[in-house]
């Protein structure tokens, strides 16, 4: 089945650095979401990729999904400690398995 | 609008005994899933259902595990018996149109099996 690969798994920066995390599909993604999740929260929906090459901002996040609609990033800019927490990459599966998630990329941010 | 609800927030209970977990989905959505999150496996699917049908149950562990739907606004997780291994947080989401959709999440329940 398809597989939704995100590195890293962890990253730790300073206050005020940039954060950014890497989303591999080993299929063609006909559409790709990313989900925060606050600690001990649960996952939020942040935004929804649908083209090819797509990219958009939210305030100090940027998504892109690549060319080739199997990979996408969300790229955080100068980190506040609101911005802590698991950031997911999710897509569809292939046929009955509704969305798989990546396994997250916990952020940590030190002040 | 309320978002998905579920109960109990927490549970713990001993090895060996029943567990239910309940879930009342947004109203409107025809998608339901139970995920099961850990540090060491991530978010699982363990079953999704449309319009109160089971769809996809491959996700669920074992024979131990079973869920119903048995109305558009209601859902039951239940475990039969518990295991320590099965400590995890249990996660309820809906959506609306398809089951590759946005899904929005309910807050949870931590379960701690003794």
């Known amino acids: 089945g398809q597989q939704v690969m995100q590195i890293p798994q962890y990253q730790h920066v300073q206050e005020g650095e940039d954060f950014t995390t890497y989303c591999n599909s080993s299929?063609?993604?006909?559409?790709i979401q990313w989900y925060k999740q606050r600690p001990g929260g649960h996952p939020v929906f942040l935004i929804q990729?649908?083209?090819?090459?797509e990219v958009k901002k939210q305030k100090r996040l940027t998504f892109q999904f690549g060319e080739a609609k199997k990979n996408s990033s969300l790229h955080i800019t100068a980190t506040q400690t609101t911005d802590v927490g698991t950031y997911f990459c999710?897509?569809?599966?292939?046929?009955?398995?509704?969305?798989?998630f990546g396994k997250g990329t916990h952020l940590i941010i030190q002040p | 609008d309320a978002g998905v609800i579920q109960s109990p927030r927490h549970e713990v209970t001993e090895m060996g005994q029943e567990v239910t977990l309940r879930c009342k989905p947004i109203?409107?959505?025809?998608?339901l899933f139970w995920y099961r999150q850990t540090m060491m496996r991530g978010l699982e699917l363990l079953i999704y259902?449309?319009?109160?049908?089971?769809?996809?149950d491959s996700g669920m562990p074992e024979d131990r595990f079973s869920a119903k739907m048995p109305n558009a606004s209601f859902s039951t997780l239940k475990i039969q018996p518990s295991e320590p291994r099965d400590s995890a947080v249990y996660f309820c989401?809906?959506?609306?149109?398809?089951?590759?959709?946005?899904?929005?999440f309910g807050p949870g329940t931590r379960l701690t099996v003794l």
């Open positions: 259902f449309n319009n109160n049908v089971p769809i996809d």
């Open positions: 989401a809906s959506s609306r149109i398809d089951r590759a959709d946005t899904q929005y």
């Open positions: 999710a897509g569809p599966g292939g046929g009955a398995d509704g969305l798989t």
């Open positions: 109203s409107g959505h025809d998608y």
């Open positions: 299929t063609t993604l006909s559409n």
């Open positions: 990729l649908v083209k090819s090459g």
